[in-house]
C-alpha cells in the first residue's frame, strides 16, 4: 500500500514517544481542572482552573520550533481531555480495527457546543457533573444501534489513554518527519504539500464517499475526504492514519483496519474491505 524512501529515524520517534508521554501526564493531571476552566472561566471560585493551553503547550512548542503543523492534533488533544472525566465514570467507545482499538471522539464542534450549553449553568457547583451526563448521553446516542460505527467496545479511562496516546505517538513521528521530506520531493513526484499529500483511492465499489482517522482518534461523523470513488483523488494529512467509506447498510461508514503512513513514494491506497 506505501513504501518507497520514506521512513521516520530513531531520534523522530523518540521525540515523538517523549513528546506523548508528557501530553499523557498533563491530561491525567490537569483534565478536571480543563473542565472546570471550560465551564467557569474566571467566575469559578471554588478553586483554580486550568486553560488547555497549559496541557497543550510542549505540543504547541514542538509545532512552532520545528515549524511543524499540529493544529489537528491538538483540537484532538482538547477534545480527548474534556473527555476524560466521562471515561473516568463510564468509560468511551473505541473501534475496532484489527489488534487496535481507537478512541472515538465526536465530530468537530460538538463537545464545544455542549459545553456552551453547561457554561449557561455555571452558577451552579453541580455543572462539571452535568457536563459528564450530557456528554455521556451524547455518545450513547450515537453509537446505539445501527449508529455504532463498525465494531465498538467500551474502553475505562487508563484503556482509552494508553490507546489514545500509542497511536498519538505514531502519528506525530510521521508528521514531524514528513514535513521536510515532502518538502525535499519534486512535487510532480510526491504530489505533496507541507500539511499533506495527494493519494489516490482505489476502492473495489463504486459511488463510495471516503473519510480518513488518525490511529489515535476516529471522529464521528468522520472526517470527510470526498467522493466518488473509484478511483478517487484524495488528499490526506501526514501521519499514521486509516480510511474508511460510506460502505456499510444505510450510508454508515466501514473502515479498513490497516495503518496507511502518509507521506508515502507510492501513494495509492487500495483496499479489499469495500
Known sequence: MNGGDFHVDEKTNRLASELTADLQFRTVRLGDLVVEDFIYGESYTRSPGVPFDE????????????GIPLQDVRADLEDFTLLAPVAQRYGIPALILGEARVPVLPGHGILRSILEAVRR?????DSPWLWIEAARSYLQDAFAGENAPQEVQTLNLEEAQTAFFRGLSS?????????????????????????GQWWKAETQRSGLSLYYAGTHAVRHPPNYLGGVTTPLPVFLPLGTLHLGADAGRRGRVLWDSSVVTVPSHTPIFRTKKF
Not at 172 to 185: C, D, E, H, N
Open 55 to 66: 496541557v497543550a503547550g510542549p505540543l504547541d512548542r514542538v509545532s512552532e520550533e520545528k
Open 121 to 125: 449553568t455555571r452558577g451552579r457547583t
Open 171 to 195: 502519528y506525530i513521528a510521521v508528521r514531524i518527519a514528513g514535513v521536510p521530506w515532502l518538502q525535499g520531493q519534486m512535487p510532480s513526484k510526491s504530489g505533496g504539500q507541507s500539511n
